[in-house]
């Protein structure tokens, strides 16, 4: 079972990014897809959700309006559409999932994880 990260980069403030999450090894339906990100020295922070569904997303306040969550079925891959881009926004972005239909939002309730993607904010 993987989860692969990508997309990540430098883009200036106001730009936009997408993230995406490509998953393999299992079958997803009936899971959760998520983003969290982290800073060095900060705990991993949560930054959207998603059930595979699609019924059901959440958002970070600090996040809602300008990012978008989605999935892509014939891929079977998570997307992080990011727009209006901000310095705040700069992070380790990581991909996860779990079996389920709650969408936590600690990192902790999450037990499979892609690898990091960096995305850098530069005004």
């Known amino acids: 079972v993987q989860l692969q990260a990508s997309g990540g980069g430098s883009v200036q403030v106001g730009g936009s990014m997408r993230l995406a999450c490509a998953a393999s090894?299992?079958?997803?339906?009936?899971?959760?897809m998520a983003w969290f990100r982290q800073n060095p020295g900060n705990e991993r922070e949560f930054v959207a959700a998603?059930?595979?569904?699609?019924?059901?997303?959440r958002y970070a306040a600090s996040v809602k309006g300008r990012f978008t969550f989605s999935i892509d079925y014939a891929e079977n891959a998570a997307y992080l559409q990011m727009n209006s881009l901000v310095p705040e926004d700069t992070a380790v972005y990581y991909c996860?999932?779990?079996?389920?239909?709650?969408?936590?939002?600690?990192?902790?309730?999450?037990?499979?994880w892609g690898q990091g993607t960096l995305v850098t904010v530069s005004s």
């Open positions: 996860a999932a779990r079996d389920g239909s709650i969408l936590y939002t600690t990192a902790d309730q999450y037990y499979l």
């Open positions: 090894g299992r079958t997803f339906s009936g899971t959760i």
């Open positions: 998603q059930t595979w569904s699609g019924r059901s997303t």
